[in-house]
């Protein structure tokens, strides 16, 4: 079983459209994260968020917004889409905050694509 | 900015040789983290060294910690060509609960 989904893996779209990415994990894990990759690899982190705590990266156009209706989804909405929102965006899960032993669980990444 | 760099940026070497990898950053941090990602594919954990670690290691992996210098090494031992991917280091800070990557080492293993 994929311990960290995202669906769907490719999405093409035009500008001005809205749309939303789908994140499930099944490790029972606290925290859900979204992070961006451009086109050079870099990885920004958006958003986190932890039982109810968002963290939001101020960075972060207000078009995006993510909406968790229980502890294992985390979905990402986007509105209005530019064309410098194209990028891979990665979900991401850790079993808990603020401790020694955390780690990032990652999936496989939805590659979005706005002409 | 709480996002750290590596260098180099790209590193080609023989199957065989060692690779070494340097990140640094620039906040205290809880523990600091390596990734890798195989093209078109997701980030998956390596190793974690924690602060108050300098030195760890995982079957071929080694890596050091350095927190008055801000910055970290993995060495990879003995490279195969499957070690071929981006690796990235990931620090998470004593307060918030984000991890914060590196800009990636973009590693090419030669057979």
Known sequence: DTAVSQTPKYLVTQMGNDKSIKCEQNLGHDTMYWYKQDSKKFLKIMFSYNNKELIINETVPNRFSPKSPDKAHLNLHINSLELGDSAVYFCASSPRTRSWNTEAFFGQGTRLTVV | ?111
Not at chain 2, 3 to 11: H, K, R, S, T, V
Not at chain 2, 61 to 74: E, F, I, N, P, W
Request: proline content about 3%.
């Open chain 2, 1 to 111: 900015s709480q996002q750290g760099e590596e260098d180099p940026q790209a590193l080609s070497i023989q199957e065989g040789e060692n690779a070494t990898m340097n990140c640094s950053y620039k906040t205290s941090i809880n523990n600091l983290q390596w990734y890798r990602q195989n093209s078109g594919r997701g980030l998956v954990h390596l190793i974690l060294i924690r602060s108050n670690e300098r030195e760890k290691h995982s079957g071929r992996l080694r890596v050091t910690l350095d927190t008055s210098k801000k910055s970290s090494s993995l060495l990879i031992t003995a490279s195969r060509a499957a070690d071929t991917a981006s690796y990235f280091c990931a620090t998470a800070p004593f307060t918030g609960n984000q991890f914060y990557f590196g800009t990636g080492t973009s590693l090419t293993v030669i057979p």
